[in-house]
């Protein structure tokens, strides 16, 4: 079974240019979360999606921050524009939704992407 | 407002010997906690799980107890090896939540000596 995959795994750009992440879930999985870990912190919700409807975000910036799931598969996050602040590790991450048993809490996670705002 | 606290940032153990990671909660919803494990320019991957109707869940080298009553659960890894080193990260969830939305903590940092 492939796992998440999401991509660029590294970015560098200057504050106040744009980016985007894309991110993969695995086959079949409902959900799709985008987190932002900010290093010596645990991962925080930005935004979460149950097939290509948003459940949740409440934590995301929408006055920069932007997230949409094509047709319930494929997820793009995009910042426009960047601020320092923004430096961190973008996770991506499926499970298979509410529903499936205990094991529908258990979210399997890309490498993530490392952005650096200069 | 941490939900889910993990108040040691750090911990080193002699390979071979016991680890033990704790964290505490202050939400009384959460009835679901995971740990995961994250190893640098890696995704946390799922470990072990327990739900509040259990006080202990067994995998192998790896216990979680839930103390419901104090808000804490504590990972027990034995015996320690090398290959244990990375951040584990304890998190919580609500099956009564409309949605399954899982808090994460601040993670412990584990170091296992050879």
């Known amino acids: 079974e492939a796992g998440v995959a999401q991509s660029p795994r590294y970015k560098i750009i200057e504050k106040r240019q744009s980016v985007a992440f894309w991110c993969n879930p695995i086959?079949?999985?409902?959900?799709l979360y985008w987190y932002q870990q900010i290093l010596g912190q645990g991962p925080k919700l930005l935004i979460q999606f149950q097939n290509n409807g948003v459940v949740d975000d409440s934590q995301l910036p929408k006055d920069r921050f932007s997230a949409e799931r094509l047709k319930g598969v494929d997820s793009t996050l995009k910042i426009q524009p960047a601020k320092l602040e923004d430096s961190a590790v973008y996770l991506c991450?499926?499970?298979?939704?509410?529903?499936?048993?205990?094991?529908?809490?258990?979210?399997?996670f890309g490498p993530g992407t490392r952005l650096t705002v200069t | 407002d941490q939900q889910v606290k993990q108040n040691s940032p750090s911990l080193s153990v002699q390979e071979g010997r016991i680890s033990i990671l704790n964290c505490d909660y202050t939400n009384s919803m959460f009835d679901y906690f995971l740990w995961y494990k994250k190893y640098p320019a890696e995704g946390p991957t799922f470990l072990i799980s327990i739900s509040s109707i259990k006080d202990k869940n067994e995998d192998g080298r790896f216990t979680v107890f839930l103390n419901k009553s104090a808000k804490h659960l504590s990972l027990h890894i034995v015996p320690s090896q090398p290959g244990d080193s990375a951040v584990y990260f304890c998190a919580a969830s609500s099956f009564r939540a409309s949605y399954d939305k899982v808090i994460f903590g601040p993670g412990t940092s584990l170091s296992v000596i050879p």
């Open positions: 991450a499926s499970s298979s939704g509410r529903g499936q048993g205990l094991f529908s809490y258990e979210q399997y």
């Open positions: 086959s079949g999985h409902a959900t």
